[in-house]
Structures are given as C-alpha cells and as structure tokens.
C-alpha cells in the first residue's frame, strides 16, 4: 500500500485530526496544529473543491470557477491579489500541463494538510466519515448549527462513534440560542462584537479592520481551543464538544471598551472617540502615525509611528527633533499637557517628520530608547523587512500545481526544542484519496476505483 505521504515529527505527531472547514476562519485552527506534527484530513465535496481552490470572493460558490478572460488566460480570481490563473488553451492542454488546483490562499489555509474527497450526501460516503472519526482524535467544522445533524452527525452520535474524540465547531454566534443558524464571517463577528465601531476617527464611519481580522485572529483563537480540547482527552480519556463562537471571541478584544461603559457609562462612539491612532487606556501623548517623506509605488504616502510612554523618552523625542526646549514649554511639560494639547503636539511631530525618511526615522527614534516603527504594507515586510528576513518568517516551499518555488507565511512561534515545520505545502485536490481510504481504511485499489466511478469519492 502507500506510506503516509508526509513524514511528520512534533510534539502533536500522535494526532489525527478530520478536517470539515472552509472559507477562512475554520481552516486555520487544524492549520496550526499541522506545523506541529498532527496529521490533518482536509475533506472537500466529490467532484467540486474547497472554493478557495479558486474563488477569493465569498458570495461566489459554485462547482465551476467564475471565470474572466485575460491574455488567453481563464483569470479565476476577480481580486487582482489573489492572482491564480488556469491555462485552458488549446497547446496548455496538449503540453500535459497539470490544471492549477491550488491557489496561493488556499497554500496558506491549508498548508501542511492532506486532502480527500467525500460525497457527504452519499449514504456510503457518511459511512466513510463515520469510519474515519473512529480512527481520529478530533474533528473541525466551520458549518452552520443544522448541517452535520443534517448529515445525522450530533455531538451523541459522534461521541458514540468513538468517545475520546474532541468535536470543534467554530461559527460566528455558537450552535445553541436563537442566532445559531445565522450566517456569518470576519466582517459580521467584527460588526456584532463591536469591534468595527471601535475603529476609525470620531465622527467618520467605522474604518473596519483589514482584510477579514476576525477570520484570522478567530482560527488562532479556535487553535488554542482545539489543543486545549486535546489535552483534556489526553488527560482523561473522554472527548468533549468546544462549542466555538467567533463573535463572542472578538468581545474579549475590547474589554477595556466594555469597562468604560460599566464604570463610567462612556459609550464607544462619541464626539472624540473613537481615538484612531491615539491612546485612551492609557492617556499618552504623542501616540500616533505621522507623514514621511516619499511615496510608495502606488503613489500612498508612508508614514510612521511614534508614541513616548514616559518622561525620558518625550525629552529624547525632543532632542532627536533638535528642539530641546519643547519639553520645558508649559503646554507639554507634563504627559497630562501633552493629551490635552495632543492636535497641537501632532503637528509639531509631523513637519518634523515630513521632510524625513520613514526608516531613518525609526533607526533614530529607536536608537534614543523611543518606540517608533516603520507602517508598513505587505511588499515592506515580504521584499525589504531584514528583521523578517533574518528570522525566516517567510520560508520557501514548492508545490507542483503553483509551478516551481514560493516564499510562504510560516509559523511564528519558536520554540527551542521543538522547532515548528514550516516547510510544508497545500494538497493538491484529492490527492490523498489513496493514502486515507487505502491504507488507513484497508480499501482495495478495486474498492476505491468503484467508489470513484459513482461518485461516492
């Protein structure tokens, strides 16, 4: 039969773990786990794929990508970022060039993963399902509360099924209550926990928080539950069910913002709030970002960050500036009188800025013991960050579909004697169909080829 395509080492090597997420916020808990050592089974529809194979917009999900001409190229991405094409000429085909079923979200959701396909709606592919979670230590969903007990796959059930098991299901508002069955992703826990009206500048809209945040910090988040959730098993020998809602993880990101309510009834909007850059908890001055000189490719100013938390360090700030005598003048003597004249201040701060070079700026700040750092945008910290450089947080990894080699975000964490795998790379579609229903289900070649041909894998 086949040897488990990828060797794994780590303190979770002992760890299987069935793999039902998709879109971003599922994905990335059973990721993590992987850099690790545990062996995760990513399982996508027969005869379809996980839509960030293809598709970087969330409303669109169907069997088929949808598709853009572009250069004799099918452009599967409407996001220029997510730049993923498929070859679908006529000399692609006759080259026997593989069709591109990984695209380069996809390597980061599901890096280090292996991947099969199953017909959930198939009675012989539960069937499977339930054969593979006897043989694992947990199982992830990011589904709304109704899909796996349509499925006939209940916490009971799966608990019977094999009773050390740890079932995660992460969703945006948990699976008990009236929200259970409510749709949701990143923008929606940011919305709903308060998150977003936290953000941006008093009197303007809320500015929102990047790209899908809570999708991210919400699977790190769901990580942490997961191996906690493994722990107790491993401990007592009894699986348990981690009900994961990502709206009530992003409230605990604002629990000064809810205290503020509860002693002093301040709400979070309000004619100088919210602070944007400047510090309320505590009051600090100066704490922002100020212009530089030059611009970015694109024409975007650069900027940069400065804040002083102490008296030394708004006397340094004075000294860099060659404007020494700023700390003795009565409207910023004090970090009080800094807050209270902080418009007066940032304008002072940002000539002084404006005629200097964003990096040069940082070196001196940082060299008189101020903190200052470089606002930086994703070709910064790829192509130029040395410290990122240095400390390898993007290592090469190849993939067959991608074509060739590929800097790829790794794992951040480092520890000392057992060092994370960030070499890894995403399955391509299907391809250990094989290794799973041959050698840890005992199939034959002959099984699988039938299985295949009606379309249960």
């Given at each position: 039969?086949?040897?488990?395509?990828?060797?794994?080492?780590?303190?979770?090597?002992?760890?299987?773990?069935?793999?039902?997420?998709?879109?971003?916020?599922?994905?990335?808990?059973?990721?993590?786990?992987?850099?690790?050592?545990?062996?995760?089974?990513?399982?996508?529809?027969?005869?379809?794929?996980?839509?960030?194979?293809?598709?970087?917009?969330?409303?669109?999900?169907?069997?088929?990508?949808?598709?853009?001409?572009?250069?004799?190229?099918?452009?599967?991405?409407?996001?220029?970022?997510?730049?993923?094409?498929?070859?679908?000429?006529?000399?692609?085909?006759?080259?026997?060039?593989?069709?591109?079923?990984?695209?380069?979200?996809?390597?980061?959701?599901?890096?280090?993963?292996?991947?099969?396909?199953?017909?959930?709606?198939?009675?012989?592919?539960?069937?499977?399902?339930?054969?593979?979670?006897?043989?694992?230590?947990?199982?992830?969903?990011?589904?709304?509360?109704?899909?796996?007990?349509?499925?006939?796959?209940?916490?009971?059930?799966?608990?019977?099924?094999?009773?050390?098991?740890?079932?995660?299901?992460?969703?945006?508002?948990?699976?008990?209550?009236?929200?259970?069955?409510?749709?949701?992703?990143?923008?929606?826990?940011?919305?709903?926990?308060?998150?977003?009206?936290?953000?941006?500048?008093?009197?303007?809209?809320?500015?929102?928080?990047?790209?899908?945040?809570?999708?991210?910090?919400?699977?790190?988040?769901?990580?942490?539950?997961?191996?906690?959730?493994?722990?107790?098993?491993?401990?007592?020998?009894?699986?348990?069910?981690?009900?994961?809602?990502?709206?009530?993880?992003?409230?605990?990101?604002?629990?000064?913002?809810?205290?503020?309510?509860?002693?002093?009834?301040r709400r979070t909007r309000r004619p100088?709030?919210?602070?944007?850059?400047?510090?309320?908890?505590?009051?600090?001055?100066?704490?922002?970002?100020?212009?530089?000189?030059?611009?970015?490719?694109?024409?975007?100013?650069?900027?940069?960050?400065?804040?002083?938390?102490?008296?030394?360090?708004?006397?340094?700030?004075?000294?860099?500036?060659?404007?020494?005598?700023?700390?003795?003048?009565?409207?910023?003597?004090?970090?009080?009188?800094?807050?209270?004249?902080?418009?007066?201040?940032?304008?002072?701060?940002?000539?002084?800025?404006?005629?200097?070079?964003?990096?040069?700026?940082?070196?001196?700040?940082?060299?008189?013991?101020?903190?200052?750092?470089?606002?930086?945008?994703?070709?910064?910290?790829?192509?130029?960050?040395?410290?990122?450089?240095?400390?390898?947080?993007?290592?090469?990894?190849?993939?067959?579909e991608v074509g060739g080699e590929f800097?790829?975000?790794?794992?951040?964490?480092?520890?000392?004697?057992?060092?994370?795998?960030?070499?890894?790379?995403?399955?391509?579609?299907?391809?250990?169909?094989?290794?799973?229903?041959?050698?840890?289900?005992?199939?034959?070649?002959?099984?699988?080829?039938?299985?295949?041909?009606?379309g249960v894998i």
């Amino acid at each position: 039969m086949n040897a488990n395509p990828i060797q794994r080492s780590g303190v979770l090597s002992d760890i299987r773990v069935l793999d039902f997420t998709w879109k971003t916020v599922g994905p990335w808990a059973p990721r993590l786990l992987t850099h690790y050592g545990a062996e995760v089974i990513h399982v996508e529809r027969a005869a379809g794929w996980d839509d960030h194979r293809f598709n970087a917009t969330p409303h669109i999900v169907t069997d088929e990508p949808k598709a853009a001409e572009l250069l004799g190229m099918k452009k599967v991405y409407s996001d220029p970022q997510f730049n993923t094409h498929r070859d679908e000429s006529a000399a692609a085909q006759a080259s026997g060039r593989p069709k591109l079923y990984a695209a380069p979200y996809f390597n980061t959701l599901h890096n280090g993963k292996l991947a099969v396909s199953i017909n959930t709606k198939s009675p012989e592919g539960l069937k499977i399902i339930e054969r593979l979670i006897g043989m694992c230590d947990a199982l992830v969903e990011n589904f709304s509360a109704e899909v796996l007990p349509s499925w006939g796959l209940t916490w009971e059930s799966i608990h019977a099924l094999n009773p050390r098991l740890v079932y995660m299901s992460t969703s945006g508002f948990g699976h008990t209550g009236d929200w259970k069955g409510y749709r949701s992703f990143g923008p929606t826990a940011a919305a709903q926990s308060g998150l977003s009206l936290a953000s941006g500048l008093p009197g303007k809209p809320p500015a929102g928080w990047g790209f899908s945040y809570l999708d991210v910090m919400g699977g790190w988040m769901g990580g942490l539950a997961l191996v906690q959730g493994l722990l107790q098993a491993k401990k007592t020998g009894k699986g348990c069910y981690i009900d994961y809602s990502v709206t009530e993880g992003a409230m605990m990101m604002l629990g000064t913002y809810m205290l503020d309510y509860q002693v002093n009834g301040r709400r979070t909007r309000r004619p100088d709030f919210p602070p944007g850059n400047r510090s309320v908890f505590p009051a600090l001055a100066p704490h922002n970002t100020y212009r530089c000189a030059g611009r970015d490719r694109n024409g975007q100013y650069w900027w940069v960050f400065i804040a002083c938390e102490t008296q030394t360090q708004f006397e340094a700030l004075c000294a860099v500036m060659g404007q020494p005598a700023l700390a003795f003048d009565p409207k910023f003597a004090t970090n009080e009188a800094r807050v209270a004249h902080q418009d007066e201040l940032d304008a002072i701060i940002g000539r002084w800025t404006h005629a200097r070079r964003r990096y040069d700026i940082m070196r001196q700040c940082q060299a008189a013991g101020i903190v200052a750092a470089v606002v930086q945008s994703a070709e910064d910290r790829v192509e130029y960050d040395p410290q990122l450089q240095h400390r390898e947080v993007f290592p090469i990894i190849e993939n067959p579909e991608v074509g060739g080699e590929f800097p790829y975000e790794g794992y951040p964490v480092r520890m000392s004697r057992t060092p994370a795998n960030n070499h890894n790379r995403a399955p391509t579609l299907a391809e250990h169909n094989r290794y799973v229903f041959g050698d840890l289900l005992g199939m034959s070649d002959a099984e699988i080829h039938s299985l295949r041909e009606r379309g249960v894998i």
